[in-house]
């Protein structure tokens, strides 16, 4: 992967899936039935990049694609979005993914993922990440995904070990079940990226993988003696908890919204926590700007071109609710 970026180039470098998000225009209704579908940019580390770029970061993804017209598009949607697509690379002989969802408001969004025989994204070889540039971003942001198969696992482990907790280090516990053969395979390669990182984010099904405990303070308790700074766990209709190294905790309910589609939530939480914790916010006030930018893409149907902007952030904390 080409050139080395300068050291101050970027302040968050994530690193994971990208495919073609295909979602239904109609909501309520089963895809058999479905007519029509609108194409969206996706993958939960690439929407982490876009989501902290349209708060006003300089981001960048690693990832691949495949050699296809599906992949052609997704360059130029992260361009649009303001990410850095520099190391975004074709794999020849393997598609671009697509996933589909169907859309069940409030809480039921079944996930179709298209990812055979194998996703590009899972390609990404130790031998060409640029180490010195994974290092000197100020935020670097790893996925539990990009730990389900090799080269990706080695190249994940990699670049967590040459970065070795300079900066902010965020392991996005992200558990996709249908990746892995048992939660028992992946604890291992989850504790190894933990000893890596700074910071863990994850749902209580995630940290329940990560630790083995689902009681949402005693999994944060885990994760700090696992290894991180700061743990976040979210808890869904509960909001969020954080807790770090130095005793500090936030426990922060969520936003009232009116969920149109919730999958995009947790993208969106994700790089507006990465935005306050490079602003160096108190945990609180993090966790509200997360949770605001979470509800936001909830009420919408789209997930990267839903990602919020600053000004929508305070406008929906300032309301008390997502109107």
Request: charged letters at 20%; glycine letters at 8%.
């Amino acid at each position: 992967m080409a050139e080395s970026a300068e050291s101050s180039a970027y302040d968050l470098i994530t690193m994971g899936r990208i495919g073609v998000d295909l979602y239904p225009l109609q909501t309520g209704v089963p895809l058999p039935q479905v007519t029509s579908f609108g194409k969206f940019l996706g993958g939960s580390a690439t929407n982490v990049a876009v989501a902290a770029a349209r708060l006003g970061r300089r981001t960048a993804v690693v990832t691949r694609t495949g050699d296809d017209p599906f992949g052609a598009y997704l360059h130029e949607a992260l361009r649009d979005f303001g990410v850095d697509d520099r190391w975004v690379t074709p794999v020849p002989g393997l598609q671009t993914p697509v996933t589909f969802c169907e859309v069940f408001p409030p809480d039921d969004f079944p996930l179709y993922f298209y990812r055979l025989p194998k996703a590009p994204d899972l390609e990404i070889d130790a031998h060409e990440l640029d180490l010195d540039a994974i290092r000197d971003t100020r935020i670097f942001w790893v996925t539990g995904t990009g730990l389900s198969e090799e080269p990706s696992r080695t190249a994940t482990l990699a670049a967590l070990a040459h970065r070795a907790k300079s900066g902010t280090t965020v392991f996005d516990l992200d558990w996709r079940p249908m990746f892995w053969s048992d939660p028992e395979v992946a604890r291992p390669f989850y504790a190894e990226a933990l000893r890596h990182t700074t910071v863990a984010v994850g749902n209580l099904d995630e940290v329940e993988v990560a630790t083995g405990v689902r009681e949402p303070h005693a999994a944060a308790r885990a994760l700090l003696d696992a290894g991180v700074e700061l743990a976040v766990v979210k808890q869904g209709p509960k909001g969020v908890l954080a807790v770090n190294r130095q005793g500090e905790s936030a426990e922060v309910p969520p936003l009232p919204v009116t969920v149109l589609n919730g999958l995009g939530a947790g993208d969106a939480f994700g790089g507006s926590l990465c935005h306050g914790l490079l602003a160096g916010w108190d945990l609180e006030r993090i966790m509200r700007h997360a949770n605001a930018a979470g509800a936001i893409v909830a009420s919408r149907l789209e997930c990267s071109s839903a990602m919020p902007t600053p000004a929508e952030v305070e406008q929906a904390l300032k309301a008390g609710a997502v109107l």
